[in-house]
């Protein structure tokens, strides 16, 4: 039997470990940061928006009911939140669902660092959720998009 010197299996080593590095690449590649915001109830549980502690804390049921409607239905509008300068926020969106009719909630998700979502909050805006008082409150924090959400 030859036994092979360290230095013989080094490069071998090596080369293993290259090769693995390689195959791994592209599961890399396909982070979260691919992940579009959500356009139909699909894509919604795809994205598995984590709830967030606040949503349910203040909004209770409704926040639920919000989620709910999102993952069967999925989005009716989307809005970019502005900023208080006016401008549009990269990375902060409302979700309007039709939780019944002429009553609509509102999530609002943030894209993360790693391009995920995840909710800040689900709520009825003014209390009746009414789609005209809706409107007009996202009229005020945020600009309907009339397009797919920008990456």
Not at 39 to 58: F, I, L, S, W
Not at 95 to 118: F, H, I, N, P, S
Request: glycine share 6%.
């Amino acid at each position: 039997m030859i036994s092979l010197p360290w230095s013989t299996s080094r490069p071998v080593l090596i080369l293993a470990v290259g090769v693995a590095a390689l195959l791994a690449y592209p599961v890399f590649l396909s982070t979260p940061a691919d992940i579009p915001l959500p356009m139909n109830g699909a894509e919604y549980r795809q994205a598995q928006v984590p709830d967030a502690a606040h949503a349910t804390a203040k909004h209770g049921t409704e926040a639920d009911a919000i989620r709910r409607c999102l993952e069967n239905n999925g989005p009716v509008q989307q809005w970019q939140k502005l900023m208080p300068d006016g401008s549009l926020s990269p990375d902060r969106f409302f979700l309007v669902c039709q939780l019944e009719e002429d009553r609509y909630g509102v999530q609002l998700v943030e894209r993360t660092a790693e391009g995920a979502w995840k909710e800040i909050t689900s709520y009825i805006p003014k209390g009746t959720g009414t789609g005209a008082k809706v409107m007009a409150y996202l009229a005020r924090h945020a600009k309907m998009l009339d397009t797919l959400i920008p990456r």
